[in-house]
């Protein structure tokens, strides 16, 4: 069972930057990948990227590209999501996500295990 943790949300202004953290405990880190996905009021959750357990291989949403990188740290169990270029329509919460032996894939039912998630607000 893996348990996992966001952190790093907050209300920011268009244009700012924050960095999101994931810790993981409870499994072995670097077998898994790990997504992030998002849901606004009223919508649905929508994959945001992801990153492969071996590192090999990231994927993007096409909202996102060329703003957001996600990046992990196996030493400190921790995967992260770096946010650039913030804009009103990023304002969701953000959830991140396991899965076990994994590639990059934006599919949420490829994913097993779930944070709580963290709020990001940004601001006109």
């Known amino acids: 069972q893996v348990q996992l943790v966001e952190s790093g949300g907050g209300v920011v202004q268009a244009g700012g930057s924050l960095r999101l953290s994931c810790a993981a405990s409870?499994?072995?880190?670097?077998?898994?990948?790990l997504g992030w996905f998002r849901q606004a009021p009223g919508k649905e959750r929508e994959f945001v990227a992801a990153i492969s357990w071996s590192d090999t291989s990231r994927n993007y949403a096409d909202s996102v590209k060329g703003r957001f990188t996600i990046s992990r740290d196996n030493a400190k169990n921790t995967v992260y999501l770096q946010m650039n270029s913030l804009k009103p329509e990023d304002t969701a919460v953000y959830y991140c996500a396991a899965a076990p032996w994994g590639g990059s894939s934006p599919r949420r039912d490829e994913y097993r295990y779930w944070g709580q998630g963290t709020q990001v607000t940004v601001s006109s």
């Open positions: 409870g499994g072995t880190f670097s077998n898994y990948a």
